[in-house]
């Protein structure tokens, strides 16, 4: 019998029952909460008198639709007011812990829960939303829900789940200097296309992946579902175990060490098995931009914007439609593509270790003229590290604006909005069309490729602002 | 949710692969507490457009919505199938389905037809030459026709989803059948919940 993935393993762990009627019931460790897939989960459980089985397994946080203004101004816009006000009355009435706009540990939903420690290795958690596969990173099954699955791990905290088929994706060797998690990650789901991971759970493997930080494998696991895997992984190594310690939700002292070898056991036996394999070579990887209207479509930030004579005939159309509505000309040098807002934030990068790559850029230029630059820390956390290390100086400095955590404008539902025809670099991970905005045309790129695209007005390497 | 066997109606060619739900439902829509009138904001983007094939007043009343490749990527929000549902939708047929999409359509009721991408093209076809065209797709017998065409395909369903979109059933409800088992579980778990200080901070 051959050995068990690292989702074999956390699956198998977490079964319930086998009901004949339903899928396996998986238990859910962790539910996570935010203002805008919650409303209607918590009014299905008034209607039904039905109580939260686990506050203390429940956390909410304020994220989605906060302004990114100073905290002192009030929320001016009356329906986003009222769903944050909503979410407090819920949070209040169950008994969920909530971190509001302001709290100290409010932020973007998956910056908070890992860098609280509140995500740990084996976990099963799940999100009103599709990018709580960042969590994977972490070595736990991580997975976006929808507002009826929301509620119903309010009421049971179980969710029925049929079993996922299983990805390698392993990347060997090392990643060029300049090139990011960011960059490997487009990469990946430029190769896969946004069906290529429906039905998986991917596990990333590899000494290129192995080399990430944390915060790097978050980058990566945070976009599995850009190439429509509902989840991402990563085996628990020491770089897991390292992160963890000293977190306020993990123990300390020897209860630490007790909990870290559990957590090390949450990797993929030697003779696992998957039912598909990815191999990709992190030598061959440039810094990479999307230039269309989904995720997959990419070119390398060197490259040339493709024509539809390029791709397969069952693509043409809907790259005939992505060219009109970015507004793009085929051949067209990416570097030659002036942009109007640059945007540094989002649960995909806007921790700690992207705004350093970025402030590295920025240290001592200008935003070029005409340009709008933000930046928006994933949390206060992140923030006041920001701070404590003067990065808001760098930014404030050289033109950017350093404004308060949530996730703004890579989804646009808080005043931070591209409006029509502006073109932005943006290091989120969604470029649909008006996703930061109606009629904004977003291209997705890292953080230090942001920064210096702020600056020269142009895409642009940090090597050519002179880092 | 309410039994869902067999459903009749216009059926719309949306003509476009890869409509993620951001373009179903755009964000701005998503602010709201309720769980409808989400119907107006539906490809709310599109529909300025008096071209756009929603707007055609033959396919007023539509039921089926015909996709193409890779319908509902992207965002985890249930708003795209209340948006659809709210319109008046009741299926949606495409080649492929975001998998969060899909299981919030089973969970609300909304059938999604997944055909092979020829029969997709052709069913599209059908509907364009012939807006008046009945599309009826039938959940007991797995089969989307147009019989006024003589077109039928059959298409498969998760067994489980069948089996709830059949009987109506309430996903909670038969969930919480097993307290039991879900207790038993919770005392032999090694996985503790959120540490207490940040619970109370």
Redesign the interface.
């Known amino acids: 019998m051959s050995g068990r993935t690292l989702y074999e393993k956390i699956w198998e762990e977490h079964l ?2 086998a ?1 004949a ?3 396996p ?1 998986l ?1 859910i ?2 539910h996570l909460v935010h203002e ?2 919650s ?2 989960a918590f ?1 299905g459980l008034r209607l ?1 008198g ?1 109580p939260v ?2 506050p ?4 909410a946080t304020a994220d ?2 906060v302004p990114t203004d100073p905290i002192s101004t009030p929320v001016a ?1 009356p ?2 007011r ?2 944050l006000e ?1 979410l407090d009355e819920n949070c209040r009435e169950f008994g969920v ?1 909530l971190f509001p706009r302001g709290h100290e ?1 409010q932020g973007i939903v998956h910056v908070i829960s890992p860098e ?3 995500t ?1 290795p ?2 099963t958690i799940v999100c ?3 990018h709580t596969s960042t969590h994977g990173a972490m070595g736990a099954l991580a997975f ?6 929301v ?2 791990v309010l ?4 969710l ?1 789940q ?1 079993r996922a088929r299983t990805m390698a994706v392993t990347v060997e060797g090392a990643l060029p200097p300049g090139v990011t998690a960011k960059d490997l990650v487009l990469a990946i789901v430029g190769r896969l296309g ?2 290529g991971g ?2 998986y759970v991917i596990e990333y493997r590899g000494e290129a992946i192995r080399s990430l930080s944390m915060e790097g494998r978050m980058t990566v696991c945070n976009m599995s ?2 190439a ?1 895997a ?1 989840a991402g992984l990563v085996a628990v190594d020491e770089t897991t175990i390292e992160y963890l310690r000293g977190r ?4 300390s002292g020897e209860e630490f060490e007790r909990a870290a070898d ?1 957590w090390r056991q949450y990797a993929s036996d030697p003779d696992a098995t998957f039912d598909a394999d990815v191999v990709i070579d992190a030598s061959t990887l440039v810094p990479m931009v999307t230039w269309g ?2 995720p997959a479509q990419v070119v390398a930030l060197d490259g040339r914007i493709p024509s539809p004579d390029d791709v397969p005939a ?1 693509q043409r ?2 790259v005939v ?1 992505a060219l009109a509505y970015m507004d793009l000309t085929p051949a067209t040098p990416v570097r030659d593509i002036p942009v109007d807002v640059v945007f540094i934030g989002s649960c995909t990068n806007s921790r700690i270790e992207d705004l350093r790559a970025a402030a590295a850029v920025a240290r001592g230029q200008r935003v070029a003229p005409g340009v709008r630059a933000l930046v928006v820390p994933g949390s206060h956390r992140v923030k006041r590290a920001a701070e404590a290390e003067g990065l808001d100086r760098v930014f404030v400095d050289a033109g950017f604006e350093w404004r308060e955590p949530g996730c703004s404008m890579c ?3 808080n005043p931070d909005q591209l409006t029509p025809g502006q073109r932005s670099a943006s290091t989120s991970n ?1 470029n ?4 930061q905005g ?2 904004g045309r977003t291209h997705l790129v890292s953080p230090a490729v942001a920064a210096a695209t702020a600056i020269r007005g142009r895409f642009a390497s940090p090597t050519e602002v002179g880092q | 949710m309410r039994p869902v066997t067999v459903i009749e109606g216009r059926g719309v060619p949306l003509g476009r692969s890869d409509v993620d739900t951001d373009q179903i439902i755009p964000s701005e829509w998503l602010k709201r507490v309720e769980r409808t009138g989400f119907g107006r904001g539906l490809f709310s983007e599109w529909r300025d457009d008096p071209a756009f094939v929603l707007n055609r007043p033959e396919y007023q009343g539509a039921s089926v919505l015909v996709g193409a490749a890779r319908f509902g990527t992207g965002s985890s929000r249930e708003h795209a199938v209340w948006a659809l549902m709210d319109y008046g939708f009741e299926a949606v047929v495409a080649s492929s389905f975001g998998d969060i999409f899909r299981n919030n359509a089973a969970k609300q009721g909304l059938v999604t037809v997944q055909l092979d991408a020829t029969s997709v093209a052709e069913l599209a076809t059908l509907v364009t030459d012939d807006p008046g065209a009945h599309v009826v797709v039938d959940v007991t017998a797995l089969a989307i026709e147009v019989p006024a065409h003589g077109w039928r395909r059959s298409f498969e369903l998760d067994p489980v989803v069948r089996e709830r979109l059949l009987n109506g059933w309430d996903d909670i409800g038969l969930t919480l059948r097993h307290d039991g088992e879900i207790a038993d579980y919770e005392r032999r778990s090694a996985t503790p919940p959120i540490a207490a200080a940040l619970r109370e901070g």
Do not use: C, K, W
């Not at chain 1, 306020?248 to 123990?251: A, F, S």
């Open positions: 319930v029952a009901p009627d339903q899928p019931l238990y460790d962790l805008v897939t409303p209607q009014d039904a039905r089985r686990r203390d397994r429940t956390l989605h639709n816009d329906i986003s009222r769903q909503v812990t540990n609280l420690g509140v740990q084996g976990m009103g939303d599709s976006g829900i929808g507002t009826s699955e509620e119903h009421a049971t905290q179980t029925p049929s946004t069906g429906a039905g579902i850009e429509g509902r306020p939700g993990v123990p559990r209207t989904n069952e159309e809907a439609r989804l646009g539902m969604r649909f069309e008006g996703r109606r009629g």
